[in-house]
């Protein structure tokens, strides 16, 4: 399993001393949507000059304006971006071709998706299907979630999780056919960063 290292709610300035610390434990640096917000899309590119070896997610959460959205975050050195699985699917769609055009990865974010609509994305061999529990919503339980995305979609697809996760969900999370686990504050808000990010790896 990769590790995703999600950075948000932090100035950029403090992103870079977060990536730096956890560089050699992680895969991908996900510069997050809080963070573009603020800063806009040339942290995508300030990111990825700083750090050209690692695979740069940029977490647009794309609803809507997909083609302009995702040419903007790969022409600035993103190799991932995001899309909302809620979006229309014609949103997907161009989303998709973009990312194939590039030669890059698109995730669908899953958040809030129904699991009976699961199936209308299985045209999209390359992506990654990101299974995600709110960040605003109490009780979430990633088995749950993980246990309906497998009963909708076949198995050849590239998955990942993200929701708040520490170090008690690994063991449960590697029950599961996972590729990429997304943790944000239980490395970037430690205090420990390289302590915990290595923490993760070792466990992972």
Excluded at 124 to 129: D, G, L, S, T
Excluded at 132 to 159: C, G, M, Q, R, Y
Excluded at 168 to 183: C, T
Aim: with cysteine.
């Amino acid at each position: 399993m990769k590790i995703q290292l999600a950075i948000d709610r932090v100035t950029i300035t403090r992103a870079k001393e977060i990536i730096e610390e956890a560089y050699p434990f992680i895969d991908i640096i996900e510069i997050g949507t809080s963070l573009i917000k603020e800063y806009g899309i040339s942290s995508i590119k300030e990111i990825k000059d700083l750090f050209p070896k690692k695979t740069i997610l940029a977490d647009l959460k794309t609803m809507d304006g997909g083609e302009y959205e995702f040419k903007m975050a790969y022409s600035s050195g993103a190799d991932i971006a995001t899309v909302m699985g809620a979006a229309s699917i014609d949103t997907i769609k161009v989303c998709y071709s973009v990312a194939e055009s590039f030669r890059r990865l698109m995730m669908i974010d899953l958040l809030e998706v129904k699991y009976e609509e699961i199936y209308k994305f299985s045209e999209f061999k390359n992506a990654i299907f990101c299974i995600h529990a709110p960040h605003d919503k109490e009780n979430n339980n990633i088995s749950k979630l993980l246990n309906n995305f497998k009963d909708k979609i076949h198995n050849n697809v590239t998955v990942a999780v993200a929701g708040g996760i520490d170090f008690d969900d690994i063991p449960e999370l590697k029950k599961f056919n996972i590729d990429i686990v997304i943790i944000g504050s239980a490395i970037t808000g430690s205090g420990k960063i390289a302590e915990n990010a290595s923490k993760f790896k070792e466990m992972l």
